[in-house]
């Protein structure tokens, strides 16, 4: 009988000290990154694979010093990452991130806020991504009782994103012409236009030839407070005679050709626009679908006015919705364009003219001017 315990308590510590299987299938948390401002912040865990994942809430103790918090359970998974020490930040919402395997299965995320006032999680795919998006309080100081005036109306601040950049060149046209350096000249011409004319502040989300992940786009004008986030891109096709211009807005969609194209730009496949379908329908972004509606509208129609105009006819193909991984999340009127076809011979030249560069930055700084005239009327009303 002792021998038969003595085996037993024998098994039961081999089997707490060997790893069991869902250990060594776990998915792994192999990064982390945010970008925050004084009342948002993004953070974004980079995973190995699909994961299940609880996030909760911890209210601020006061008497205890501590902070309100947001926990997140990543459940199967485990650590791959250096968290021997908190992730500060200094950039005015969140305080520091702090994580660890808080079981063998199961890796916490704890986030220690300065203010919170809510909060949005959804998991992005091809890479696996869960992305946390926080507004912080507002400041009580800045509303127009305490200052006894209205807020700034229309357009007071532009984030224009040339597209791709760094190792992602974008779509190839004929002779090697590369999508990321013609809409970053573009929009390094739009920014200074809009400065100039306007005098709008204008932020990009690149200005040189460097990587930067989609979800970080929408980020950058979330913490600028932005009015605007404009998307520029070129188009591409395997038929090298399409040609034309589409503007987009974000939403979901069954058109074929949309959900190509989106496959494309997000880098990623069918499957995940699915997931996205379902991500948007959980999102708050509705209360600004008109905004970019209007603000798709103006773009679109003044590039095939003024492009045609000046150079000839160009082909409208229209404005349309699609599944953009850049749009989601943004709290502001946003948009894509998609200017020409790179892949068309005849567009590809036309793209590389500067001559050709400036009426397409006159047809943007017109569709937003107008896009912003109409904002004053509204409000006025």
Not at 196 to 222: F, H
Not at 290 to 304: N, Y
């Amino acid at each position: 009988m002792v021998g038969k315990v003595v085996w037993t308590t024998l098994i039961a510590l081999v089997c707490l000290l060997l790893p069991d299987a869902s250990w060594a299938n776990a998915a792994l948390l192999k990064g982390l990154r945010h970008t925050s401002s004084q009342s948002y912040t993004r953070v974004v865990m980079e995973l190995s694979a699909e994961i299940q994942y609880e996030a909760q809430v911890l209210k601020a103790n006061p008497a205890k010093g501590l902070p309100p918090r947001i926990y997140v359970d990543l459940f199967g998974t485990r650590l791959a990452m250096d968290a021997s020490r908190p992730m500060a930040s200094q950039d005015g919402l969140l305080r520091q991130v702090r994580v660890g395997q808080f079981s063998q299965n199961v890796v916490r995320v704890v986030l220690d806020m300065r203010s919170l006032s809510e909060y949005r999680a959804f998991l992005l795919a091809d890479p696996y991504r869960l992305v946390i998006d926080i507004r912080g309080q507002k400041d009580k100081t800045l509303t127009p009782s305490a200052k006894g005036k209205e807020p700034p109306k229309g357009v007071r601040k532009i984030v224009l994103d040339p597209g791709h950049g760094g190792k992602d060149p974008g779509a190839i046209g004929p002779g090697g012409i590369a999508e990321k350096d013609i809409v970053l000249s573009i929009a390094k011409r739009l920014a200074h236009k809009l400065r100039k004319e306007m005098g709008v502040k204008v932020v990009l989300t690149r200005e040189n030839d460097s990587s930067l992940l989609l979800e970080d786009r929408a980020a950058i004008a979330n913490a600028e407070n932005a009015d605007l986030f404009i998307s520029i891109h070129t188009n591409a096709s395997p038929n090298p005679r399409t040609r034309g211009i589409e503007t987009y807005y974000l939403n979901n969609t069954d058109d074929e050709a949309s959900m190509r194209l989106a496959e494309r730009e997000n880098g990623t496949s069918r499957r995940s626009l699915s997931d996205l379908q379902f991500i948007l329908s959980d999102l708050t972004q509705s209360s600004k679908l008109e905004d970019s509606i209007s603000l798709a509208h103006h773009l679109h129609t003044s590039m095939v006015a003024l492009i045609g105009k000046r150079h000839g006819e160009v082909k409208d193909l229209g404005i349309k919705k699609a599944l953009f991984h850049v749009l989601v999340g943004a709290h502001m009127a946003s948009a894509l364009a998609e200017i020409l076809f790179i892949t068309n011979q005849t567009e590809a030249r036309q793209l590389e003219r500067k001559a050709y560069q400036e009426t397409i930055v006159e047809a943007l700084y017109q569709g937003i001017k107008k896009y912003h005239e109409s904002t004053l009327v509204a409000k006025n009303l």
